[in-house]
């Protein structure tokens, strides 16, 4: 097996042009599990940690232009579309660093570092990345749970150049992510969500498992919730490990949109997040609990949203 | 108080001799040795639980890089026979399997990585036939057939006093149907075993075992060599519960066979996967219990069936049954009781030892029959336990045994009701709408509960194991005051090089550092018996008991000379001295051990220990079981989210009847150990069977309990002794895992209301019993 | 010019510099047990579920074998065996381990020392439930886990005694 630990994005994508087979590996957390339990058996690696794609910034973006595919199919061409200010975040950066992004303000970004906190225990914080955790296309990603909540871009390097695009164009199914041969993930934008003075907010990553920790959620959710006087001014809400990615419950988010946190709307918006989640049953769950999670979890994180608000 | 910071004898609170070099990283586990030569071996193994073998398909396996010799049943010279009870299993699989995970082929190579590339070359054809997945349909007369015999193994009765005296009297039965599940061990290091092929025939065998004894008399059965020609070293063993009794000595029968064909020494380290799959598990039992009661709270008797599910071959599972069938009435006094214990066949796991060896399933079933009866009486499961409990009145167990140390069980009720501070919600309004998914009932969403579990557990082997029953230490006294022990039972973890030091250095009265014991070489020490049945400080300890008496004996007299002939028997060993009380004169240890060799006497003793001979009846099932018996009461305070199904047990208040605490940092180990072990089974450790297969392999989705799981352990140790054992200890190993599981189910009942009948109590099942009773109760929506 | 696969890596392990002509794909674990007689580190699952073979890369805890060693070209892998050498006093964290007794059948103990190490590294004072959270990631099947805890918390007294702040209590 030939392995290749380039220092370019070019580089990269050069050796990633000739060996279409090749697999990208950043932290390896679930690549190498993958080859040892033969469900992968590339014939090259490239191994993407020398990239310089392991830090982050806040990028304020003023009036800085990025291109953003807004179009299912590649072929479509890309709108030009003026970006707001958000976290930058480079493909092979860890979880354990992805916890430290503080967020006083509550941006958006402090739930991204509440669900990279419960990616597996510290040694795999240690190596799982944002790129790893989006490329491996698992539907119980605690990270990118977050990431669809907080409606990050995904930046992408390839032959024929880079490009953007949201995350609910490149999350397809379990373990199939939108990348083209030859095409790899460089990093993630995460826009900043902002809000008012008098707004308060509610953001975490929760999830159900059967213990505390070191646990691949049974249904997870990401939640975003801020209010202001008394009726929600935005509503986030991402679901793991209940369909075929992680996914956003729309119907509620949009039920709960300029209204209270009255009991009877938190019942109603946790009944519609309940019938977005398309569950399967599998090893870790049925079906029919996964649903009722989904409803447990919403209801939680609203309650206490409720209780914030007054 | 002052800590007590002596180096000597029993109790003193040292640092486990095997410690350093387990914390610097120099202990060699088996998968850390390396011998020249030495070949890599593999399994191929069945996908099937049930089937006709067509083919091997073995035919491209040979011809894989590195692969020196691969082997199938056609191919053995021996014996193909491995039952370590009934001969029911081969080593190699002929004509059909019966078992996911069994072997069907032996393969050795030149690395291991060819040697596991190899097995996946091997194309096996299998024609599936049905199979038994259920333990509850194995005796149904439709019932395929494991074996040709039938798939009832054996059934174990307990018959005692007049059951139709007891239906009369009662004026409640409580009835229960508990499916309690199995847990595999777990230990850290996997099964493996390296075997070396010497001059004449004959081999050494590295093993990580807990039975150095049992490999070598398998090794020996299948190959026909000599027990003196095969030498069976333990090495340093990460873990085992069980695990290790008698499945160690299937990877080193395969290593041997392949050992003598190659005449290469050959590594056998089964990957956790395969290690899951095939190796021993804990049974899953289903418990039928009748409990007959007056409604006073006393019990009169109970009803009992237990259907064993052995998995595809007997391997030990009967004598996991008979503890099993002599403890499922608990430490309560009863008038009479019937017993019926069936022990079956099945296509699943393959069934074995697990610490507690079948008590901690029916005692979890006993103790919540107990929690029933009380509830249903508006009790409180304390005082129920109270009025029924063995204690000098009523000193007999449901064996026909009589307990001298009967209120033992009483104290350790009491101390882990104290110290827990007891308090149970059952009688508060419980039938609520707790459950319900509604931001109103938020505040109504978690629930505290409390669940007691007492238990008696007959200590060392049961009668039926009796021959096996005794054991050997050999001491040498060096010239310079060292001494070293050679102990035929083994150190798993568990402390017990730790507990046998500490025994040698107080028969000796010196530190407990001038003392060196060794994992267990067979060609060293007699056959001592498996180290199981929390036996290993008993035996361990009288023998060397034993030897440190012959010893002491001789140094004393020398003493006495060098002291100027004082009175041998007076003298006293303590401190590295041996010591006239009578003058305060004393000489130091060193002074007499060099004396002795002065006078060229024997400096080596070899001590033994033979528990007394008991009676029991097989017929009845009554009779003396065991050598002696340690009472245990745990209370665990668990806090239950209704959303969610999660339990989480926040303490487990353990207080243990340990006769005496002889290494007590490795005591206290024990107990919070099992009591975290007992939690995982309780809770979250599922094994998830389709067909047979084990659906969760491996860590990733087989959960045991992490850092932040664990519960906070208080103990709380009885130390009153027992005459037959070593400075007065009991076993510990076993004790400490057995009640949390009953305490776990009776307190998660309690937080709920809910009479929950199975294990473990994972989210899942909790969520689905909170729905079950919201729907059934009239308050619930 | 075309970038080529590299062949070999270069690895500082317990302090010394290592040139190992070893397939850069092999796992760090097995180049460590196999090629550098390194057995302190264990492997436990093969998976990154048990911690048995963790090690410190540039000071922070990994699963050696989820890692490939030509992705730690250029860093600093630390064992068991570097963090106190064999004729050495122990590492502050391994003797608070012998201390306490949280060694039993000792096979997670080599990496819940060095996933301890780089907690009392890192954070100045972790309470029991940092200390029980980062350490989540080492399973251990014997001990309970009350002892590590302990082990870890008797850590940071003897690193606060070496510093002069203050004697701690000893058992014996």
């Given at each position: 097996?030939?392995?290749?630990?380039?220092?370019?994005?070019?580089?990269?994508?050069?050796?990633?042009?000739?060996?279409?087979?090749?697999?990208?590996?950043?932290?390896?957390?679930?690549?190498?599990?993958?080859?040892?339990?033969?469900?992968?058996?590339?014939?090259?690696?490239?191994?993407?940690?020398?990239?310089?794609?392991?830090?982050?910034?806040?990028?304020?973006?003023?009036?800085?232009?990025?291109?953003?595919?807004?179009?299912?199919?590649?072929?479509?061409?890309?709108?030009?579309?003026?970006?707001?200010?958000?976290?930058?975040?480079?493909?092979?950066?860890?979880?354990?660093?992805?916890?430290?992004?503080?967020?006083?303000?509550?941006?958006?970004v402090g739930l991204l570092a509440d669900a990279a906190s419960q990616v597996g225990a510290t040694q795999i914080q240690n190596r799982a990345t944002a790129g790893g955790n989006l490329c491996n296309g698992s539907p119980a990603a605690d990270a990118v749970c977050a990431m669809v909540a907080l409606d990050a871009l995904i930046e992408i390097a390839g032959p024929t150049g880079a490009e953007t695009m949201p995350i609910g164009k490149f999350l397809l199914g379990p373990g199939r992510v939108n990348l083209e041969p030859g095409q790899f993930l460089t990093g993630i934008?995460?826009?900043?969500?902002?809000?008012?003075?008098?707004?308060?907010?509610?953001?975490?990553?929760?999830?159900?498992?059967?213990?505390?920790?070191?646990?691949?959620?049974?249904?997870?959710?990401?939640?975003?919730?801020?209010?202001?006087?008394?009726?929600?001014?935005?509503?986030?809400?991402?679901?793991?490990?209940?369909?075929?990615?992680?996914?956003r419950a729309t119907e509620a988010e949009a039920y709960l949109t300029g209204g209270p946190l009255s009991p009877d709307r938190i019942r109603e918006a946790s009944h519609l997040a309940r019938e977005e989640a398309r569950p399967i049953t599998d090893l870790r769950a049925t079906d029919q609990y996964r649903k009722e999670m989904v409803s447990a979890l919403v209801t939680d994180h609203l309650t206490r949203a409720a209780a914030l608000a007054q | 108080m002052t800590k007590d910071c002596r180096k000597w004898g029993v109790g003193a609170r040292t640092v486990r001799p095997d410690a350093e070099a387990k914390v610097r990283g120099e202990a060699l586990y088996l998968a850390d040795m390396k011998v020249n030569g030495m070949l890599h071996a593999a399994l191929v193994t069945s996908p099937v639980a049930s089937g006709h073998i067509e083919s091997l398909g073995l035919d491209h396996v040979r011809e894989e890089p590195g692969v020196q010799i691969v082997l199938s049943a056609d191919d053995l010279r021996g014996a193909n026979q491995i039952g370590i009870i009934f001969d029911d299993q081969p080593l190699l699989a002929a004509g059909r399997v019966r078992m996911v995970g069994e072997r069907l082929a032996l393969i050795a190579a030149d690395s291991e990585e060819q040697a596991w590339a190899a097995v996946r070359a091997a194309k096996p054809q299998i024609a599936a036939e049905p199979g038994v997945f259920d333990v509850a349909d194995a005796l149904s007369p439709n019932a395929p057939k494991v074996h040709d015999s039938g798939n009832l193994i054996k059934e174990f009765v307990m018959h005692r006093g007049h059951m139709d005296d007891i239906e009369s009297r009662a004026d409640l039965v409580i009835e229960g149907e508990y499916r309690i599940g199995g847990q595999e061990h777990a230990y850290m290091e996997g099964q493996g075993a390296i075997v070396i092929p010497g001059p004449g025939g004959t081999l050494t065998v590295y093993s990580s075992t807990q039975c150095p004894f049992y490999v070598r008399q398998r090794i020996c059965r299948m190959t026909g060599l000599a027990e003196a020609d095969v030498r069976v070293v333990q090495t340093v063993t990460g873990g085992a519960f069980g695990g290790k009794e008698d499945y160690p000595d299937e990877p080193a029968c395969c290593a041997a066979v392949l050992a003598l064909r190659a005449h290469r020494p050959v590594r056998l380290v089964l990957p956790r996967e395969v290690d899951f799959q095939g190796s021993t598990k804990r049974h899953r039992m289903v418990v039928r219990h009748q409990l007959y009661a007056l409604n006073s709270g006393r019990i009169l008797g109970a009803k009992v069936e237990i259907l064993v599910d052995a998995g595809a071959y007997a391997g030990m599972s009967t004598v996991v049954a008979e503890r099993a069938n002599s403890s499922c009435i608990g430490p309560y006094h009863v008038d009479a009781v019937q017993v019926s214990t069936k022990v079956c066949y099945t296509n699943n796991l393959f069934g074995g030892p697990f610490r507690g060896f079948g008590a901690p399933q029916v005692s979890a079933a006993h103790e919540q029959q107990m929690n029933r009866l009380a509830w249903k009486l508006g009790l409180d499961p304390v005082a129920v336990r109270r009025t029924n409990l063995l204690n000098h009145d009523r000193p007999t167990l449901a064996t026909g045994e009589v307990l001298p140390c009967a209120d033992m069980g009483p104290k350790t009720l009491d101390e882990a009701v104290f110290h827990s501070k007891w308090q149970p919600r059952w009688n508060e309004s419980v039938k609520s709408v707790a459950g319900v998914i509604d931001p109103e009932a938020q505040g109504d969403r978690y629930r505290d509960g409390m669940g007691v579990g007492t238990i008696?557990?007959?200590?060392?082997?049961?009668?039926?194991?009796?021959?096996?029953?005794?054991?050997?230490?050999?001491?040498?006294?060096?010239?310079?005051?060292?001494?070293?022990?050679?102990?035929?039972?083994?150190?798993?973890?568990?402390?017990?090089?730790?507990?046998?030091?500490?025994?040698?250095?107080?028969?000796?009265?010196?530190?407990?550092?001038?003392?060196?014991?060794?994992?267990?070489?067979?060609?060293?020490?007699?056959?001592?018996?498996?180290?199981?049945?929390?036996?290993?400080?008993?035996?361990?300890?009288?023998?060397?008991?034993?030897?440190?008496?012959?010893?002491?004996?001789?140094?004393?007299?020398?003493?006495?000379?060098?002291?100027?002939?004082?009175?041998?028997?007076?003298?006293?060993?303590?401190?590295?001295?041996?010591?006239?009380?009578?003058?305060?004169?004393?000489?130091?240890?060193?002074?007499?051990?060099?004396?002795?060799?002065?006078?060229?006497?024997?400096?080596?003793?070899?001590?033994?220990?033979?528990?007394?001979?008991?009676?029991?009846?097989?017929?009845?099932?009554?009779?003396?079981?065991?050598?002696?018996?340690?009472?245990?009461?745990?209370?665990?305070?668990?806090?239950?989210?209704?959303?969610?199904?999660?339990?989480?047990?926040?303490?487990?208040?353990?207080?243990?009847?340990?006769?005496?605490?002889?290494?007590?940092?490795?005591?206290?180990?024990?107990?919070?150990?099992?009591?975290?072990?007992?939690?995982?089974?309780?809770?979250?450790?599922?094994?998830?069977?389709?067909?047979?297969?084990?659906?969760?392999?491996?860590?990733?989705?087989?959960?045991?309990?992490?850092?932040?799981?664990?519960?906070?352990?208080?103990?709380?140790?009885?130390?009153?002794?027992?005459?037959?054992?070593?400075?007065?200890?009991?076993?510990?190993?076993?004790?400490?895992?057995?009640?949390?599981?009953?305490?776990?189910?009776?307190?998660?009942?309690?937080?709920?209301?809910?009479?929950?009948?199975?294990?473990?109590?994972?989210?899942?099942?909790?969520?689905?019993?909170?729905?079950?009773?919201?729907t059934s109760s009239p308050e619930g929506k | 010019m075309q970038p080529k696969p590299i062949e070999e890596v270069t690895v500082t392990i317990n302090g010394r510099k290592e040139r190992l002509a070893v397939d850069p794909a092999k796992r760090l674990l097995d180049v460590l047990r196999e090629d550098l007689g390194l057995t302190g580190t264990k492997e436990g699952c093969g998976k990154g579920e048990c911690g048995a073979c963790t090690v410190l890369i540039d000071g922070r805890p990994v699963n050696s074998c989820l890692v490939l060693v030509g992705s730690v070209d250029g860093h600093e892998v630390l064992t068991i065996e570097g963090l106190a050498q064999p004729d050495a006093a122990m590492h502050p964290v391994q003797q608070a381990f012998v201390e306490q007794g949280a060694i039993q059948c000792g096979f997670c103990t080599p990496g819940a020392v060095l996933t301890a190490v780089s907690l009392v590294d890192s954070q100045p004072a972790a309470d029991e439930e940092a200390i029980r959270r980062y350490m989540a990631g080492n399973l251990c099947r014997c001990t309970g886990y009350t002892k590590i805890v302990s082990a870890v918390k008797t850590a940071y007294e003897i690193l606060s005694e070496r510093k002069g702040a203050g004697r701690r209590k000893k058992e014996c």
């Open positions: 097996m030939e392995y290749y630990r380039p220092t370019s994005v070019e580089d990269a994508v050069q050796i990633l042009g000739r060996s279409p087979g090749a697999a990208c590996m950043a932290g390896g957390t679930d690549l190498v599990v993958a080859m040892r339990s033969h469900k992968r058996g590339p014939h090259a690696i490239v191994d993407l940690s020398g990239l310089g794609l392991d830090t982050w910034i806040f990028d304020d973006a003023s009036n800085r232009p990025a291109k953003v595919k807004t179009q299912g199919t590649k072929k479509a061409g890309n709108d030009e579309q003026r970006l707001g200010p958000g976290w930058r975040i480079g493909a092979t950066v860890t979880m354990a660093v992805l916890k430290t992004l503080e967020d006083e303000d509550n941006l958006g934008f995460v826009p900043a969500h902002d809000m008012k003075k008098s707004s308060v907010a509610l953001q975490e990553y929760r999830k159900v498992g059967s213990r505390t920790s070191l646990v691949i959620a049974v249904a997870g959710l990401a939640a975003r919730t801020v209010l202001d006087k008394g009726k929600v001014v935005e509503s986030r809400l991402a679901l793991s490990s209940v369909a075929p990615t992680c996914i | 008696v557990y007959g200590c060392s082997l049961h009668h039926g194991g009796l021959l096996l029953d005794r054991g050997g230490a050999s001491m040498i006294l060096q010239a310079d005051g060292t001494v070293n022990v050679a102990i035929g039972v083994t150190e798993m973890g568990q402390g017990a090089l730790a507990a046998a030091r500490a025994i040698a250095s107080q028969g000796l009265g010196i530190s407990q550092e001038r003392i060196r014991v060794r994992e267990v070489d067979s060609a060293m020490v007699p056959d001592s018996g498996p180290t199981v049945a929390s036996r290993a400080t008993l035996i361990a300890g009288r023998a060397i008991m034993d030897a440190t008496k012959i010893l002491a004996d001789r140094l004393r007299n020398i003493a006495a000379d060098l002291l100027g002939r004082v009175p041998a028997p007076q003298l006293e060993f303590g401190n590295d001295r041996i010591t006239d009380p009578v003058s305060g004169r004393f000489v130091s240890f060193s002074e007499a051990v060099t004396a002795l060799y002065g006078r060229r006497e024997n400096p080596a003793a070899v001590g033994w220990f033979r528990p007394p001979d008991r009676e029991y009846d097989d017929e009845s099932g009554q009779g003396g079981a065991y050598i002696f018996y340690a009472f245990a009461t745990q209370v665990a305070r668990v806090r239950v989210d209704t959303w969610t199904g999660m339990v989480q047990v926040r303490q487990v208040t353990a207080a243990h009847d340990v006769g005496r605490a002889i290494h007590p940092p490795s005591l206290e180990g024990q107990i919070q150990g099992g009591v975290v072990q007992s939690m995982g089974w309780a809770t979250m450790e599922d094994l998830l069977l389709d067909q047979g297969v084990l659906q969760n392999p491996g860590f990733t989705n087989y959960h045991i309990p992490t850092a932040t799981d664990a519960p906070d352990v208080r103990i709380v140790l009885l130390e009153e002794g027992t005459p037959e054992g070593p400075y007065g200890a009991k076993g510990i190993g076993e004790p400490s895992f057995i009640p949390g599981g009953a305490a776990i189910l009776g307190a998660v009942s309690d937080a709920l209301g809910i009479e929950l009948t199975e294990l473990p109590l994972t989210p899942q099942r909790v969520r689905m019993a909170v729905e079950a009773a919201q | -």
